[in-house]
């Protein structure tokens, strides 16, 4: 849900400044802290409000406690044609972009590339990094599974994740498309932004209650479950990530639920599964490029004068919020202010 209230515009720059330096307060080094700083705001740039730099309060939390490693290393490994990367424990926007680049590294010289990740923090929006791959001319997936916060009706707890998946392709002369779902109808973020700037309403098809019954306050649904996509499908495409994700993976622990909790959801160890495929070597770029096009374009002239694919409204935003800023809406300047005050690097950017 991004903002509609008021709210003040910062640069992306000087949140970067202040963002990398907020991490390194917890013993991040600067290339680990300068690549998640670069991961969160241009999530916000994008205008993924609910994933991008309103999750910085959370992540210094869980390195404070030691929940996530901001010492980590990732160490890759490769067995049998799937490549291996072991997070270290460390933060997500710094695991997820060491595996997007080794990956696309590898990708230079093979058709596929498939990497199980373990040991991760939580990646936020997906389509961060997918998006990274496909600006370099790559075609990319990445899934994740996440701690059971989702359930359909007349369930007594959550039963399973919303297990985001996102895909990226380049599309030549345009923005690269770049599609990024939970299996929920909203992500619980949306939910945490909600109760976070006082709205007391969300609708109906959200989430559950505790009791099972859909409901539209907010502070009962951070206790119960969202709901899944077009029901049952949902459920199964969920599914599908945890067989991705999870069992090729190894996890067998449950992650925990997030029922009675009123945090963001951020697990601090979660696990993932990228594909980074080479147009070049799976089917030639001409090929691809020509497909992509046709495709695209019959899609485009179908869907009416106001047509657009995933990708190009974040696109458009990420080039207005450059030039504009970034809104923070009060609430979340507010914890912005108080977690900088904690660390002791002031939130004292001025508003553009």
């Known amino acids: 849900m991004n903002s509609t209230v008021a709210a003040d515009k910062f640069s992306a720059k000087a949140l970067k400044r202040w963002t990398t330096a907020v991490l390194a307060t917890q013993g991040m080094p600067a290339t680990a802290a300068t690549l998640s700083a670069d991961v ?22 869980k390195l404070a406690s030691g929940e996530v490693n901001p010492h980590s290393v990732p160490k890759f490994e490769e067995r049998a044609g799937l490549l291996h990367c072991d997070g270290d424990g460390g933060l997500g926007q710094f695991v997820g972009t060491s595996a997007v680049d080794r990956a696309v590294e590898l990708a230079g010289s093979a058709a ?51 297990n985001p998946i996102a895909f990226a392709i380049p599309v030549p002369g345009r923005a690269p498309l770049v599609f990024d779902m939970a299996h929920s109808v909203v992500a619980r973020g949306q939910v945490v932004q909600a109760l976070r700037e006082g709205v007391d309403t969300i609708p109906g098809d959200w989430a559950l209650g505790p009791d099972g019954t859909p409901t539209t306050d907010p502070a009962l649904a951070l206790r119960g479950a969202m709901q899944p996509i077009a029901g049952y499908k949902g459920i199964g495409l969920a599914m599908l990530v945890e067989c991705l994700a999870g069992s090729l993976s190894g996890a067998v622990a449950d992650l925990g639920s997030g029922q009675g909790s009123t945090g963001q959801g951020s697990a ?15 089917i030639g770029r001409g090929a691809f490029d020509a497909s992509v096009n046709a495709w695209m374009q019959t899609f485009l002239n179908g869907s009416g004068p106001r047509a657009r694919y ?40 001025h508003p553009v």
């Open 310 to 349: 995933p990708g190009q409204r974040q696109a458009s935003c990420e080039r207005e919020r450059g030039e504009q800023g970034i809104p923070i809406p009060a609430g979340l300047l507010a914890e912005l202010r108080s977690l900088g005050t904690r660390v002791k690097r002031p939130f004292d950017l």
């Open 40 to 61: 969160l705001v241009r999530t916000s740039l994008r205008g993924i409000d609910t994933h991008g730099i309103s999750r910085l309060p959370s992540y210094v939390e």
């Open 268 to 282: 601090a160890n979660v696990s993932g599964f990228l594909m980074v495929i080479n147009p070049d070597l799976a």
């Open 112 to 162: 596929l590339v498939a990497c199980s990740i373990v040991r991760t923090g939580h990646l936020a929006a997906l389509g961060t990094f997918v998006l990274a791959a496909a600006e370099r001319g790559f075609f990319s997936i990445l899934c994740q599974r996440t701690p059971p916060i989702m359930a359909m009706a007349g369930a007594t707890a959550p039963v399973i994740g919303n």
